[in-house]
């Protein structure tokens, strides 16, 4: 039971890392005062070798001078020794280990001389210093222990929040957030895994709305694509009445409504998957804007509409040119299909700002950010034959592009206004 409890305990990464720290610490601790008790060790014994150099150099003056040896001190020892002790600095216990006594040899025209000093003092003050340091080591090591293991446990705690939240979004809770306190690191992780899942929940959302936008959108040229073949059968079997061309056209036309569907769904996926980077280019929004209406001014003339356009301090951006002169192209026939009879269309164009302007009925202010969904339903009044993916198109082109887009109210707040700011050239 305690060794699986410590085998659960030691797989938790906050606790091995306050163990790996604790060790590094008391080793650097124990080399450290390890160090400082030998150079202190050594400094004392080179003092009393100085001592001991000092006093041999007096002795063998006072022996030349006929005065014999001198010992001022009870810890101070002098004497002649014969050839055997060798030369040099030596430490010996004396009286049975209590005492420390440190020599000095050397030979002299009187003899074989030999200095010793009492070391007892000097052994003291290092069991003294020796016995601080072990307390001391030891004290540090215990409190720096509890120390590591709360800054542990705190650390695990927090990691077990972000733990915890993480499984409840693997789990399907996307509405979970971790929202850890703090401003470390950690907590920055958290805020960061909560924008991913608040963006992964407003995705599913989406995907969840576009699903049912898409069902409900193919149920109805699939439900009469069905009547109208469901009709024909009966009259080709009970009545005996051949299929008439005409039947064969309506049902072409609601195969081509289903296919055209999916196939702005596939055009719309593949632009918000940044697919087309690769063939952007310099385009001169001049330019485009004059091809667009070349192509599109006798469509909107043949509607009983007028086209507008104001082009001002036209500039060059960087992009596709295909697409861009799709988001036009759905810009003006949004305006067509959604506005008044015999409105103006108008579309201005100054710097790198375009602005398409309708005098339909608008669109609400809390609608505006549904609209740019994808088969969104929106009001009746904005209702048509279309996909519902016109200005879906128009945000999707506008993301790859790095532009702005943004839907206000029209003059006098009547209509509808597109704006679209493309980055200039310089700013890329």
Known sequence: ???????????????????????????????????????????????????????????????????????????????FVDDTVREGFRTEDIKGGSDEVRYLVRPTSHGRLQLGENTERQEELRDILAGGMQISLAATIFLTSLLGLWIARRSQDRLNVVSSGLAKVAQGDLGARIALSGNDDLSLLADRIDSTTARLETVVTQMRVQSSNIAHDLRTPLARLRAQLETNLLALLEQDRPVQAEDLEGALEQIDRLTGTFEALLRLARIESGAGRDAFQTVHLKNLVSEVVDTYGPVVEEAGQTLDVTIQDATSISGDPDMLVQLLANLIQNALRHGAAQQTISIRLHGPRLIVTDQGPGIPFEERENVLQPLHQGEATRQGEGYGLGLSLV?????????????????????????VNFPKLTEL
């Open 1 to 79: 039971m305690f060794l699986s409890q410590l085998h659960r305990l030691l797989r938790l990464s906050a606790v091995r890392q306050a163990l790996g720290f604790l060790l590094l610490f008391t080793t650097i601790s124990i080399v450290a005062w390890g160090g400082t008790f030998f150079l202190v060790s050594r400094d004392m014994q080179r003092t009393v070798d100085a001592r001991l150099i000092d006093r041999m150099e007096a002795t063998i003056a006072s022996l030349d001078a006929g005065l014999g040896l001198v010992v001022s001190d009870s810890d101070e020892l002098a004497g």
């Open 395 to 419: 945000r999707a082109i506008s993301e790859l592009h790095g532009a702005e887009l943004s839907l206000s109210d029209g003059p006098n707040g009547r209509g509808l206004r597109v704006t």
